[in-house]
């Protein structure tokens, strides 16, 4: 099974003597199921698993009284061999969106802690109209995504400690050995081409067969489709829908705004606006907001009706180009498509350590990919995708606007300025 930095996560929540019920966000097919699954065989004596999907006549066990007790008896009487013994059981609640009231009656299992309680969901924040109460306050909340880069490697052979002595060089500023930063770019355009779905990845693992791996990913998208046509409610099916499908147009222009106008002609954020939305608690994109000041704090300073939009898995969105697409990556070829791409990846990366999505452009003047916060400052990264690393942007940034720092991400070694730091792409992993 593929090592998930989230099972730490799972066991820190379990040796807290105040948690609550555990609520697990996170896009379909990033891999809740199967570790909370491996969780609780390996930590608790019972598991109890119930599927609201798989199973609706479960919601039943829940339309009726929210005590404790009730519930445990409704439980261990509809499913056969259930046993929940206090302090050691793991009730798992999967696909709770499906069921509103279950959602409910977390705050009761977290006031009786008699057992533990996990619930996890992929559309969380589309049914909440149907959710009788929230157990604000009852419930702990933890996101989980596809596979970082470093979980990719880990699956891919890499060990803990070969990726530390990088992370040395990383530190110290210093150049890899060139075989060494030869072998972690191949594994990082493998990275964007297969990306980081749990089954994805171990068929690439598995097999090294890049259409395989394209025909899951392809399948995970139409998955995507008919979550749109089950979860969202009427005209917001095909607009959705539209507003998914401009993504890779939308990432190929100069200038990457978000446009309404590219999902439909004369498309206006009155119209589409709700559908980005719908996307976004979907887990299925990320956005970026435009700094209306490159200075921290970056939050303080968004402008929130300005900003791009990205993938949250890069493989999938290599899986919506036309076909011939992943070769092109491997072979350091794409076209037009190739700086998006290196973009969504970083964007990726960045949100999956939990960091903000942010950018500064002036229209015509200037474009800085991302803004993070750095060591207290805020600091200028730059993505290429290509061996030019020229930095007309980054440059102006530093001398006209008081930025102090910034990142250069490319495909070459790393190279220290006096105030630009160039760094190989793959260490983004550790910004």
Not at 99 to 118: E, G, Y
Not at 122 to 148: A, F, I, N, T, W
Not at 345 to 367: P, Q, T, V
């Amino acid at each position: 099974m593929l090592k998930r930095k989230i099972y730490d996560q799972l066991l820190s929540w379990k040796n807290n003597p105040d948690k609550m019920c555990l609520l697990v966000h996170g896009a379909r097919q990033v891999g809740k199921t199967t570790i909370v699954e491996k969780f609780a065989r390996e930590n608790y004596e019972n598991y109890v698993y119930i599927n609201f999907d798989e199973n609706p006549s479960h919601q039943q066990m829940f339309e009726e009284d929210f005590d404790v007790d009730v519930l445990i008896k409704q439980i261990t009487l509809r499913i056969p061999g259930a046993k929940l013994i206090p302090g050691k059981s793991l009730l798992f609640l999967d696909e709770i969106q499906s069921c509103p009231r279950a959602r409910t009656a977390l705050k009761f299992f977290s006031i009786a802690k008699k057992f533990d309680v996990i619930a996890s969901g992929s559309m969380l924040g589309l049914g909440y109209k149907d959710v009788p109460s929230y157990p604000v306050g009852y419930e702990d909340h933890l996101d989980m995504y596809s596979m970082d880069f470093e979980e990719f490697l880990w699956s891919n052979g890499v060990s803990e400690e070969s990726i530390s002595v990088i992370r040395e060089y990383y530190l110290e500023r210093r150049p890899l050995p060139e075989a060494m930063h030869q072998k972690m770019m191949e594994h990082f355009k493998e990275y964007i081409v297969v990306g980081g779905m749990p089954r994805v990845v171990s068929e690439f693992v598995n097999t090294k067969n890049y259409g395989n791996v394209l025909s899951l990913q392809r399948g995970i998208v139409r998955g995507y489709h008919d979550d749109i046509a089950k979860y969202a409610e009427g005209a917001e099916k095909v607009k959705a829908k539209a507003c998914f499908l401009s993504i890779p147009k939308q990432l190929s222009k100069d200038y990457k705004k978000f446009q309404y106008s590219v999902v439909e002609k004369k498309g206006t954020s009155r119209k589409f606006g709700g559908s980005l939305v719908w996307l976004h608690d979907a887990g299925i994109i990320n956005y970026c907001y435009n700094l209306a000041a490159p200075e921290l704090p970056l939050e303080g300073n968004a402008r929130f009706d300005a900003f791009k939009v990205y993938m949250r898995d890069t493989g999938l969105l290599m899986s919506m180009l036309e076909d011939g697409s992943q070769k092109d990556i491997i072979d350091g070829n794409l076209g037009i498509y190739k700086g998006a791409i290196y973009e969504n990846i970083i964007a990726d990366i960045f949100a999956k350590a939990g960091k903000k999505l942010y950018y500064f452009e002036r229209k015509g003047n200037i474009e800085i990919d991302f803004f993070i916060r750095m060591d207290g400052k805020a600091t200028a990264v730059e993505v290429k995708s290509a061996d030019n690393t020229k930095a007309k942007s980054m440059k102006t940034i530093i001398q006209d606007y008081g930025v102090e720092q910034g990142i250069l991400l490319s495909s070459r070694n790393v190279e220290h300025g006096q105030r630009i730091l160039r760094l190989p792409i793959y260490m983004a992993m550790f910004l």
